[in-house]
């Protein structure tokens, strides 16, 4: 069972990035899927999650407006198009997954973290 997340890199104020989170060994279809971000010597924080049994999104208040998730089951994934990155935005993305159809917060997997970047 392993998520891998990809799509990070380095973007203007302003600008736009597309993570992904690609799952083996199982499948997303029955998960909620979530990402996270954490800063420099900051704790992880939730950003986004997907419920599978009915397609709700979650988001904090920090990116409502801004970054959508989508998921995409005949490729197993879960998309995080985050426009409009500010610097504060700047941090390691982690997706995850919770053997639970909706967003319980309790996660079972976790990918290895992909590097955004946000210049002023």
């Known amino acids: 069972v392993q998520l891998v997340g990809s799509g990070g890199g380095l973007v203007q104020a302003g600008g736009s990035l597309r993570l992904s989170c690609a799952a083996s060994g199982f499948t997303f279809e029955d998960d909620a899927i979530g990402w996270f971000l954490q800063a420099p010597g900051k704790v992880r924080e939730g950003v986004t999650c997907i419920s599978s049994s009915d397609g709700s999104t979650y988001y904090a208040d920090s990116v409502k407006g801004r970054f959508i998730i989508s998921s995409d089951n005949a490729k197993n994934k879960v998309d995080l198009q985050m426009n409009s990155l500010k610097p504060e935005d700047a941090a390691v993305y982690y997706c995850?997954?919770?053997?639970?159809?909706?967003?319980?917060?309790?996660?079972?997997?976790w990918g290895q973290g992909t590097q955004v970047t946000v210049s002023s």
């Open positions: 995850a997954a919770e053997r639970s159809s909706n967003c319980h917060g309790a996660y079972d997997y």
